[in-house]
């Protein structure tokens, strides 16, 4: 799908909707779309380099699990996330080369022992580990053997052979669906397996200890055939590896793409005496309306996570708003944050592009919906700071690059008639968003592009390119509110 940004003097390639906004001109999709969440993770269970939805909490433990051992951060980056309320949460397993399946291998009870079955874990991972078998012979029935699978004291499945061989127990594990645990394998000849009481798998491994920064920019690579609007990472990561998210968010925008990252800090720079200046200083290394900045660690149910935990929080915010909501004093779930900013310093979070969690004494709330852009690039205003306005930037780009593929291009004249056509369904589109209160009602207009059409044109478009301008004004929400007060 072509789109993106385009220049006067490099105009695109490709066939597509070309979008360009300039400070009086902005637009926006109706109010009630939603958005995804993707997120990277480390994990002890759960498919390696793939996309999976998760809808539930319950859902995490399942596919990955809710142990944080061995380094693993599935449970709490997924489960924060869950708790902003996205419409749709997609994580994605990362694991070192040294991540490895649990497996037990079952014997006969010959004089000689020898492999008949092996069992092996679906998926590499220390959970695996944790697994255990008992095999015995089925109760009223002379030749079958019942082999039970366990994860500590929970029986995930019951497995009966009725001839009592290797084989006709592994024929019953793997064409069972419900089965998201093992798989089985006839050694050799097969034969019996011997009677066994908790056997143990060995031998499984995360994978998480070498993790490096060139796994996670992997991601990004992968990440590109998705569709997702929210990005944040599971760990406080470094500098080098925000700059390369960075880079790669700038590049996907320019290139229609409308998805923001959410980053964040350790919960040691998090509490720590200049926190401030930390955290201002990550903005402004990243300094742009793509880049959402966390400045603060939160405390849920007597755990703290830090500022970089909490990004998968402010991330699934962000993607369950509605495009008329602001994340300005949105009320969280937290009970505290780890770290009580002043007045003062608060002021200076706002000024450096710091998204900045608060206690009011009753909840915690978001105190300012604000991006890290601290300086605006040419044709920016301080409207690109603020995180409801590139969303519904980035909404309306997409909407309408979509509509135009569906709707016009390769399927429209480039008359006249055509380009009217095109010009007055963009303002149905945009009528809409005026009663959404995304925009002012009555406060948009769209023409043919004067720089290209008319006698003051300054060059002319070829036969296949139509130039169009909107402007619009985009609401806001109230978030200073100034009163004088008189005594008579």
């Known amino acids: 799908m072509a789109g993106g940004t385009w220049e006067n003097t490099n105009k695109p390639v490709l066939p597509g909707l070309y979008m360009n906004f300039k400070a009086a001109a902005a637009s926006a999709i ?63 397993r990362l694991a070192d080369d040294t991540a490895a399946q649990a497996s037990l291998t079952l014997q006969n009870a010959d004089a000689t022992p020898q492999d008949v079955l092996q069992l092996q874990a679906k998926y590499p991972g220390s959970r695996g580990n944790g697994f255990t078998v008992t095999v015995q012979p089925a109760l009223g029935e002379p030749n079958a053997k019942e082999l039970r699978l366990y994860e500590g004291a929970k029986l995930l499945g019951t497995y009966k052979g009725a001839d009592g061989t290797a084989a006709s127990i592994a024929e019953q594990i793997n064409k069972d669906g419900g089965n998201v645990w093992v798989t089985a394998k006839v050694v050799g000849q097969g034969g019996t397996p011997a009677d066994i009481s908790g056997a143990a798998f060995t031998g499984g491994a995360s994978g998480n200890g070498k993790l490096t920064n060139a796994d996670y920019i992997a ?6 055939g998705q569709d997702f609007d929210v990005l944040a990472l599971d760990y406080a990561a470094d500098m080098a590896l925000l700059q390369s998210f960075a880079a790669w968010i ?45 400045g603060t660690g939160v405390r849920l149910a007597g755990t ?10 402010v991330a699934g915010l962000i993607a369950g708003q509605r495009l008329n909501q602001s994340a300005t004093y949105a009320v969280t779930p937290f009970e505290d944050v780890t770290r009580r900013w002043t007045r003062s ?32 690039a040419e044709g920016q205003n301080n409207a690109w700071k603020k995180i409801r306005s590139i969303r519904v930037m980035d909404a309306i780009n997409a909407d309408l690059q979509r509509a135009a593929e569906q709707s016009y291009i390769g399927k429209v004249n480039n008359t006249e008639e055509g380009r009217l056509a095109l010009i007055g369904a963009v303002k149905e589109y945009l009528a809409q968003l005026s009663l959404s209160s995304v925009i002012e009602p009555n406060g948009y207009d769209v023409i043919l592009d004067p720089a ?13 390119q139509v130039f169009l301008q909107w402007n619009v004004k985009l609401t806001d929400v109230m978030e200073q509110l100034f009163g004088t007060f008189y005594v008579q």
């Open 304 to 313: 703290d996570y830090s500022s970089a935990q909490t990004a998968a929080y």
């Open 219 to 224: 991601v990004q690579e992968a990440a590109e």
């Open 345 to 376: 310093e608060q002021e200076e979070a706002v000024k450096n592009g710091v998204f900045l969690l608060f206690f009011d004494g009753r909840q915690v709330k978001a105190l300012r919906g604000i991006n890290s852009l601290v300086t605006p």
């Open 30 to 92: 109706q109010g009630g779309s939603r958005g995804t969440v993707l997120v990277p993770v480390k994990a002890n269970w759960g498919p390696v380099r793939e996309f999976v939805e998760i809808g539930s909490e319950t859902a995490i433990g399942q596919v990955y699990s809710t142990d944080a051992v061995d380094g693993a951060t599935a449970y709490p980056a997924l489960y924060l996330a869950l708790l902003g309320g996205p419409k749709k949460l997609v994580a994605y």
């Open 250 to 294: 700038k590049r996907m925008r320019r290139e229609g793409r409308g998805i923001v990252a959410v980053f964040g800090g350790s919960a040691a720079d998090d509490t720590a005496k200049d926190a401030v200046k930390l955290a201002a200083s990550r903005s402004l290394a990243l300094n742009h309306e793509g880049i959402i900045n966390v």
């Open 452 to 464: 290209y059409y008319g006698d003051s044109a300054v060059s002319k478009p070829e036969p296949d």
